[in-house]
């Protein structure tokens, strides 16, 4: 599961890899460089010489560097990204370990080969080849995000809505599903030039995007498009009767959709060579042709449109403000409003002194075994009573963005008095009159890779490695392989990490304490499996408490 979790970031952020490079050549009319400051701060970090080259050029050179990380032979090398994303005392303790991956590709391949019967059978060699692929992952999903940010344009707060009552029965709802940003960018772009077609054809309204699980929460943090849903419910979309087209590209796209959208007029359209479903339409998606792409499922979307059936629209009536896009660079541009000269200090005060408590990031799936989004509200509620800072990415965002709990009226009805202090003192800095969010959306599961930029700024600004800090991760509806990979790096990189389903290890023992205690003696992170989410929460704060007793804080 590792391996494939890390195979699917990976192959998203070899794609955007690839497409950068050719930007950088010219090749791409339909993409741009959006984040100039940011390409030279990636070539900066990843030690490229910049003097006297164009733009896109050193965009060139960072996608290419980049893409070394997919090649490098050299076992002792470890991965850029890996390298100068993490702290030092992270990476010496990995390297250390064997744990540091030398390239994605040949790990996630190692470890296809090493499981393959009769290969590799020492419970803690096979453990520690699993966290080279999770952290193979790692390298992938930071490596997809910060490009994705100089192609597309870093996320800023934005404030938009959430849930199936954004579905407008006056326009043309397209619904953006999926992973990979390459598409669903250039359909919002096209849109609003095809916006007068969508009226001639009877749409009041226009066209009307709205997205879904991760590619809704990549469009939601750059132009704040509504989100529809998260995983589970996708097909619900559909049974509003009133939803268009749903154009899906890679990842955790439900098989049933066609036969949900054949009850309906609604075009399922696949997009990627690779990911295809029996009874959708496939219309190939390949950058160059990008335009015409998003064109021809606009204009599917239209003609569907024109065959909506009045009788079977029900369009439940929920939906919830949400203030989206707090990338770490807009944390950070918040945290400067406070302290212009060290915009980390007001958060590192606030933490040592313990107006903030420490810091839980939500991430991962919704699953069948548990009601949806219920246990990420109860283990929110808990740990902001505590004054906890909480962080949310990919489905997780999601349910925190439906119910309500990404508001500034959450942050009143929740947070504890000191946390509430803090975020009404950042918001009102910002310019937002009144606190910033409970919890704040950092985007999708590609983007965990940003609340980690965070916390390694706050460990090497006190000094420390991210096992000291009081941080912690929470998946209570892990699923899928990536959400697998992501809580596994999670450890690796040294937090305690909560699950609330039950992985399928518990059938052997030494597996079960490796992952535990064993884990723990190794990286400092550990699993907490809890599947009672009230239990979960208090457990997580005593681990916060324990962490700050350590730090003497
Ligand atoms: Ni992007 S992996 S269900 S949260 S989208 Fe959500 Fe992920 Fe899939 Fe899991």
Redo the contacts with the bound molecule.
């Keep these: 599961m590792m391996a494939a979790?890390a195979a699917?970031h990976s192959e998203h952020g070899r794609h955007i890899a690839l497409a950068m490079q050719k930007i950088g050549k010219g090749l791409l009319p339909a993409y741009r460089i959006r984040d100039e400051d940011k390409l030279y701060r990636i070539a900066e970090l990843l030690d490229i010489d910049t003097l006297g080259k164009e733009m896109l050029e050193v965009a060139y050179d960072v996608a290419t560097k980049t893409l070394e990380d997919y090649q490098n032979q050299d076992h002792h090398k470890g991965c850029h990204w890996i390298s100068a994303t993490l702290p030092d005392k992270r990476v010496d303790l990995l390297s250390r370990l064997g744990a540091l991956p030398h390239n994605i590709d040949a790990t996630v391949s190692q470890i296809m080969a090493r499981t393959h019967i009769g290969c590799d059978a020492e419970p803690k060699n096979v453990f520690l080849g699993g966290i080279r692929g999770a952290l193979a992952d790692f390298n992938g999903m930071s490596l997809a995000t910060e490009l994705s940010d100089v192609m597309f344009g870093t996320p800023s707060p934005v404030v938009t809505e959430a849930n199936i009552g954004v579905i407008d029965k006056d326009a043309v709802n397209i619904a953006v599903n999926?992973?990979n940003p390459l598409l669903s960018e250039i359909i919002c772009d096209i849109a609003r030039d095809m916006n007068d077609l969508a009226k001639e054809a009877g749409a009041e309204k226009g066209i009307n995007i709205v997205g879904i699980?991760?590619t809704g929460?990549e469009v939601m943090m750059r132009h704040g498009v509504p989100l529809a849903t998260?995983?589970?419910s996708q097909e619900m979309a559909i049974l509003t009767g009133a939803l268009d087209a749903m154009v899906v590209d890679v990842?955790?796209i439900m098989p049933s959709l066609p036969q949900v959208g054949n009850c309906f007029h609604t075009e399922v359209i696949t997009t990627m060579d690779e990911n295809k479903m029996q009874g959708a339409r496939h219309i190939s998606f390949h950058e160059q042709n990008a335009v015409e792409t998003a064109r021809e499922v606009i204009q599917c979307a239209i003609n569907a449109f024109t065959r909506r059936d009045p009788n079977k629209i029900n369009i439940p009536n929920v939906k919830q403000t949400a203030v989206v896009g707090f990338s770490s660079e807009a944390v950070i541009t918040a945290l400067s409003n406070l302290d212009a000269v060290d915009p980390l200090k007001p958060l590192v005060d606030n933490i040592v002194n313990g107006n903030i408590q420490g810091v839980a990031l939500f991430?991962?799936?919704?699953s069948t075994q548990t009601v949806q989004d219920e246990s990420y509200q109860i283990i929110a509620k808990t740990l902001a009573a505590n004054n906890v800072l909480l962080l949310a990415?990919?489905?997780?965002a999601?349910a925190f963005a439906k119910h309500g709990l990404m508001n500034q009226q959450a942050t009143e009805q929740y947070a504890g008095d000191s946390l509430k202090a803090v975020l009404t003192q950042i918001g009102d800095a910002a310019g937002l009159n009144g606190p910033l969010p409970l919890v704040l959306h950092m985007g999708?599961?590609?983007d965990n890779s940003r609340a980690v930029t965070l916390a390694t700024a706050l460990a090497n600004r006190l000094g420390v490695d991210l096992c000291d800090l009081p941080v912690v991760a929470s998946a209570p509806?892990?699923?899928?392989?990536?959400?697998i990979a992501?809580a596994s790096w999670g450890v690796a990189i040294g937090l305690p990490t909560h699950l609330g389903t039950i992985p399928q290890v518990t059938g052997s023992d030494v597996v079960t304490e490796l992952m535990q205690e064993g884990a723990k003696d190794l990286f400092g992170g550990y699993f907490i499996v809890e599947t009672d989410p009230k239990i979960a929460g208090n457990k997580l704060v005593e681990v916060i408490k324990a962490k700050r007793q350590g730090l003497g804080i």
């Design positions: 979790g699917a999926g992973h699980c991760c929460n998260n995983y589970l990842q955790c991430a991962g799936c919704n990415t990919g489905c997780g999601g999708s599961c590609v509806e892990a699923m899928s392989e990536k959400a992501i």
